[in-house]
């Protein structure tokens, strides 16, 4: 299972980190993902990154503003959220390699 | 960027009934496409991998096919908690898209 934490409520302008942590399965040699969705809208991937950190996207609309990373010794995943805006607003997804194995989610809230 | 264009946007349907949804990809995503289903506060459920592969424990109602930019999933025989927004997505080029998702009513 994949577990995230980290959520809650940010104030625009500010910063939040999201953790991910596997139980039971490592995360082995698998890309990991996160993946959010904004109150009332699609599904939106955010940003993936691959064993030890070696190669990492994210998507355009991030504007350089979140950094994924990972600790593969310790089957975790994480996302530092930076200058957070009011539509950073959802619920974030760890996601394994292959999307079939999703987290329960994480609210992120930002509101002044 | 590779597009996902679903149709059609809402769909309403009795139980019962056999109901389809396309996608459409701008580029060929190969095999790498899924679909899922997602409650309102409830985590996307994967449907289909692999552009027609079962996810373990998913009702056999539900069915994927197509190739290269065209896909549909179809679902057998509508059942009072298939109401759900459905989305297809491929993960064959970054950055990995959805689309907009296709809401389904039972009636």
């Known amino acids: 299972h994949l577990v995230e934490s980290g959520g809650g409520l940010g104030k625009p302008g500010g910063s939040l980190r999201l953790s991910c942590e596997a139980t039971g399965v490592s995360f082995d040699f698998d890309t990991m993902n996160w993946v959010r969705q904004a109150p009332g809208k699609g599904l939106q991937w955010v940003a993936s990154v691959t064993y030890r950190d070696m190669f990492i996207h994210y998507a355009d609309f991030l504007e350089g503003r979140f950094f994924i990373s990972r600790d593969d010794t310790r089957d975790s995943m994480f996302l530092q959220m930076n200058s957070l805006r009011a539509d950073d607003t959802g619920t974030y997804y760890c996601?394994?390699?292959?999307?079939?194995?999703w987290g329960q989610g994480t609210l992120v809230t930002v509101s002044s | 960027d590779i597009r996902m264009t679903q149709s059609p946007s809402t769909l309403s349907a009795s139980i019962g009934d056999r109901v389809t949804i396309a996608c459409q990809a701008s580029q060929d995503v190969r095999t790498f496409l899924n679909w899922y289903q997602h409650k309102p506060g409830e985590v996307p459920k994967v449907l289909i991998y692999g552009v027609s592969n079962l996810e373990s424990g998913v009702p056999s109602r539900f069915s994927g096919g197509g190739s290269g930019t065209h896909f549909s999933l179809t679902i057998d025989s509508l059942q009072p908690e298939d109401s759900a927004t459905y989305y297809c997505q491929q993960y064959a080029d970054l950055p990995y898209t959805f689309g907009q998702g296709t809401k389904l009513e039972i009636e």
């Open positions: 996601v394994r390699a292959g999307f079939r194995d």
